[in-house]
Every structure is written in structure tokens, then in C-alpha cells.
Antibody, heavy 120, light 112 residues
Framework: DVQLVESGGGLVQPGGSLRLSCAAS????????MGWVRQAPGKGLQWVSI???????NHAASLKGRFTISRDNSKNMVFLQMSSLTTEDTAVYYC??????????????WGQGTLVSVSS | QSVLTQPPSVSGAPGQRVTISCSGS?????????VHWYQQLPGIAPKLLIF???NRPSGVPDRFSGSRSGTSASLAITGLQAEDEADYYC????????????FGTGTRVTVL
């Protein structure tokens, strides 16, 4: 069975950095598209980042280059490095396995999420 | 600010049919990009409900169906059940944005 387990969330001060991890099982991340989606408290879903099987990455323009997605094939893990955090980055961050059948991608499998709180 | 607009809420009695609209534009749904739908039960992660406009993943009841026309898409739930009370989100691609995916604003379905 496919399983995604996020970790690394917590309380961080504005301007700080945090690295989220996503441990995958049941499939190989190197052979998959993987993404991050976040949800601010009481708000909707927002796409954050994607890493393609070939290693190329893409991020939401609104993040202004502050976030970086990466993976470690040997550990079968995906990461989200976040910097220059603001209170607006407070959210639950979900790791997802992304599928592509056609001209768009969709989020087939989801982790349980990890909460990031940015506050002084 | 999402480029895909959904009604904030819809409601129906058990057994009824409800529909959720997802309104886009010529840079996303109207450009022919596929639409996908997710269900988020209270307090847990979203779940893929419909992919590529009208396809259900294994295990999703056939009470759920999707469609796309012009610059909009719809999710229909027939035979509404209490367990369907959740938030629903559409998702697609927008070629005006640097990036890939965009989500709808979300719709809360209430079973009366």
C-alpha cells in the first residue's frame, strides 16, 4: 500500500527556516511526481511545489523563491525547505504523490499533513 | 486568491442530488485542461474523488460524477448520504500562472 508520512513541522519565528520531510512507502519517489500542498487554518488548498521524476522542480510563483523541493532517492523521501517564513505561511503542509494522465497533474495519494506555525 | 470559483456551500436532504460548480476562465478550464475533484472530511487529509473530469478512482462510489463544459466543471452527488458531509475542491491547471496546479475555493456540503 502507498503511504506518505510527513514530519518536521512545528513552531518557528518569522524570518526563520524549516525543513519538512515526507517518507514514502509502497512506491519509488524517483520514479514518481511528488508535490506539496498546504492549507492555512480554516482556508482552502494551495499548491506549493512539485518535483518531477526527471528531477525538474516547480514552485508556486507566490512563494517568491523561498521554498525548495528536493528528494533523496536512497531514502525514498521528499523534502520541502522553507525560508524567510512569515505568518502567512502558517498551514498544514501535505505531501502528495502526483499523477499525470493527460494535460494536467492531480494529487492521487496524500499524507496526513504536518502543521507549520509561524509566530513570534 | 484562487482562479477557480466554487460556491461556499451547498446542502441537501439525504437521498437528494446536489451539484457543485467550479467556474474558471479561458486560461484554465476553458483552455481544455482537465479538472479533478477532492473530498476533505473534517480534520483529515483530502482524498482524490474524480480525476480527468469524470473518472473515479477505485473505491469511490458511483454516486459521485464529474463533468466539464466550456469554462466550468461540475461535481454531482446523487443519493446524498450523511457521510458525504465534507469540503469539496476542484483542481486544474492555469497557463497564466508560473507553476502548475490551481485549486478551487472549496465548497462545504451539508446534509440536512
Amino acid at each position: 500500500d502507498v503511504q506518505l508520512v510527513e514530519s518536521g513541522g512545528g513552531l518557528v519565528q518569522p524570518g526563520g527556516s524549516l525543513r519538512l520531510s515526507c517518507a514514502a512507502s509502497g512506491f519509488d519517489v524517483y520514479d514518481s511526481y511528488m508535490g506539496w500542498v498546504r492549507q492555512a487554518p480554516g482556508k482552502g488548498l494551495q499548491w506549493v511545489s512539485i518535483i518531477y521524476s526527471g528531477g525538474l522542480t516547480n514552485h508556486a510563483a507566490s512563494l517568491k523563491g523561498r521554498f525548495t523541493i528536493s528528494r533523496d532517492n536512497s531514502k525514498n523521501m521528499v523534502f520541502l525547505q522553507m525560508s524567510s517564513l512569515t505568518t502567512e505561511d502558517t498551514a498544514v503542509y501535505y505531501c502528495a504523490r502526483v499523477r499525470n494522465q493527460g494535460d494536467t497533474e492531480y494529487f492521487q495519494d496524500w499524507g496526513q499533513g504536518t502543521l507549520v506555525s509561524v509566530s513570534s | 486568491q484562487s482562479v477557480l470559483t466554487q460556491p461556499p456551500s451547498v446542502s441537501g436532504a439525504p437521498g437528494q442530488r446536489v451539484t457543485i460548480s467550479c467556474s474558471g476562465s479561458s486560461s484554465n478550464i476553458g483552455a481544455g485542461y482537465d479538472v479533478h475533484w477532492y473530498q476533505q472530511l473534517p480534520g483529515i487529509a483530502p482524498k482524490l474523488l474524480i480525476f480527468n473530469n469524470n473518472n473515479r478512482p477505485s473505491g469511490v462510489p458511483d454516486r459521485f460524477s464529474g463533468s466539464r463544459s466550456g469554462t466550468s466543471a461540475s461535481l454531482a452527488i446523487t443519493g446524498l448520504q450523511a457521510e458525504d458531509e465534507a469540503d469539496y475542491y476542484c483542481q486544474s491547471y492555469d497557463n497564466n500562472l508560473t507553476g502548475s496546479s490551481v485549486f478551487g475555493t472549496g465548497t462545504r456540503v451539508t446534509v440536512l
